[in-house]
């Protein structure tokens, strides 16, 4: 099993893949409407990946146009996003510890990246970070546990057991690596929820991203109060 750096075994070109840029288009469609961002506004993106396997790997990046209002934030060392897209800051940088001032950015966002950073702690100090250094707002995604098809294995129904039982039988059927709480640990609604409120986040709501009437991904937007 070879798993690219965006925590992924799906081919590009692949069912899978297609399934997940279109997603990916609506994430994006939902981040402009929810925020409603201003044209001068900052964004932070965390979560910035060295992989390049799919159009839509770092899709912010590729798809917002005012590209010098963008920093992008990862552990992997994807500087190539300053060439292929002029305008854009790259830090590379741990998102659980942010090297920026408070309210460094209007905006922070951050797509599928809050499943890969640990435990239910180290997820609360991930949007703690988000949100200390949001001057308006942070808009997070995540995939849904309660969605039938894991799709960074592609295997229906497993995640849907207790956590041992289901890291179990991944690491059973060849799936070590997303068998280990720290590569890969799903949140349900309530589970999102509950860690944005251990984060320290006052004012936020969990939407969703549906494929065929089944909610695919979980969206965190969170603002801050008596800001425009």
Same mark, same amino acid.
């Given at each position: ?44 993106d ?118 041992? +039982?289901? /890291?179990?039988?991944f &690491?059973?059927?060849?799936?070590? !690596? ?5 590569n #890969?640990?799903? @949140? *349900?609604?309530?589970? +999102?929820? /509950?860690?944005?409120? &251990?984060?320290?986040?006052e004012? !936020? ?5 549906? #494929?065929?009437? @089944? *909610? ?10 008596d800001?425009?």
């Amino acid at each position: 099993m070879k798993v690219n750096a965006q925590y992924n075994v799906a081919r590009p070109g692949s069912l899978a893949a297609e399934i997940a840029a279109h997603q990916r288009r609506k994430m994006y469609a939902e981040f402009c409407e929810a925020i409603g961002i201003r044209g001068h506004d900052t964004i932070l993106d965390v979560g910035a990946t060295s992989d390049q396997s799919y159009d839509h790997s770092n899709y912010l990046e590729a798809w917002y146009p005012s590209k010098s209002c963008l920093t992008a934030v990862g552990i992997d060392d994807a500087g190539f996003l300053q060439l292929k897209y002029p305008g854009i800051r790259f830090v590379r940088s741990d998102g659980c510890n942010l090297p920026f001032s408070d309210g460094a950015f209007d905006n922070v966002h951050s797509s599928a990246v809050l499943e890969h950073v640990g435990s239910r702690v180290r997820q609360a100090r991930f949007l703690r970070e988000l949100w200390r250094v949001a001057r308006k707002s942070i808009f997070v995604t995540t995939p849904n546990r309660w969605f039938p098809v894991e799709f960074h294995t592609v295997l229906p129904l497993v995640h849907w057991l207790p956590p041992k +039982l289901h /890291r179990r039988i991944f &690491a059973l059927l060849g799936k070590g !690596f997303f068998a280990d709480e720290r590569n #890969l640990n799903l @949140l *349900s609604r309530r589970t +999102l929820a /509950r860690t944005a409120v &251990a984060a320290g986040i006052e004012r !936020f709501e969990v939407r969703t991203v549906s #494929l065929l009437g @089944l *909610s695919t991904n979980l969206v965190l937007v969170g603002r801050k109060r008596d800001i425009l």
